[in-house]
Nanobody, 122 residues
Framework: QVQLVESGGGLVQPGGSLRLSCAAS????????MAWFRQAPGKEREFVSG????????DYADSVKGRFAVSRDNAKNTVYLQMGSLKPEDTAVYYC???????????????WGQGTQVTVSS
């Protein structure tokens, strides 16, 4: 049974930083691409970032380029999202997802975590 468990969300002031973690189990983690999506109230789930399993290539949404960084630790079966220079518009539930290759389309992913809330507010 595949499980993805996110952690690290919370309340942060604009300009602040957070690091999200997603621990995976029940899959051959080193053979899966991992991605982060987010969903704000009333909005569609949107791609934030992804990291491939083959060469560690990373992809980012334009809205987070230069502010967020995705990484993975295959020894710990964990993917991270380091978020900096946070803005109120980054407020959303953040989800990790797993697939054989990175895709920006949420419907391409079959494995999802339960999500972690990130709120950026003063």
């Amino acid at each position: 049974q595949v499980q993805l468990v996110e952690s690290g969300g919370g309340l942060v002031q604009p300009g602040g930083s957070l690091r999200l973690s997603c621990a995976a189990s029940g899959l051959s983690f080193s053979n899966y691409a991992m991605a982060w999506f987010r969903q704000a109230p009333g909005k569609e789930r949107e791609f934030v970032s992804g990291i491939s399993w083959r060469d560690g290539r990373t992809d980012y949404a334009d809205s987070v380029k230069g502010r967020f960084a995705v990484s993975r630790d295959n020894a710990k079966n964990t993917v991270y999202l380091q978020m900096g220079s946070l803005k109120p518009e980054d407020t959303a539930v953040y989800y990790c997802a797993a697939r054989t290759s990175v895709s920006a389309r949420h419907y391409d992913y079959g494995y999802w975590g339960q999500g972690t809330q990130v709120t950026v507010s003063s």
